[in-house]
């Protein structure tokens, strides 16, 4: 199995900055899809930004051009750098991994989970 550990939630104000990390346990990184993925209390989990073992990236209408999603895979890290934040991005946010991934933007689509990091963002 493969273990996600996020980091890097707080608290910030609007406007401000986070970068979030997750830490993978998997020893093939590289072929993994990864995916960022928040949850807002009473509200359904939804896709954030992914970024696949290609480097290829995609990102919710609601943080293009905010967020930036990278990945290093010799220190098997996903990274998520959100800018310009507002409080509708205050959230929980996880960090998923899967392969051979098709839709990825579902959160069924991947098979490994990383238990959360939270963010709020202050108006």
């Known amino acids: 199995q493969v273990q996600l550990v996020e980091s890097g939630g707080g608290l910030v104000q609007a406007g401000g900055s986070l970068r979030l990390s997750c830490v993978a346990s998997a020893r093939t990184f590289s072929s993994y899809t990864v995916g960022w993925f928040r949850q807002a209390p009473g509200k359904e989990r939804e896709f954030v930004a992914a970024?696949?073992?290609?480097?290829?990236?995609y990102y919710s209408d609601s943080v293009k051009g905010r967020f930036t999603i990278s990945r290093d895979n010799a220190e098997k890290m996903v990274y998520l750098q959100m800018n310009a934040l507002k409080p509708e991005d205050t959230a929980a946010y996880y960090c998923?991994?899967?392969?051979?991934?098709?839709?990825?933007?579902?959160?069924?689509?991947?098979?490994?989970w990383g238990r959360g990091t939270q963010v709020l963002v202050s108006s």
């Open positions: 970024i696949t073992s290609g480097g290829s990236s």
């Open positions: 998923a991994a899967g392969r051979e991934i098709v839709f990825i933007a579902r959160t069924d689509a991947y098979n490994y």
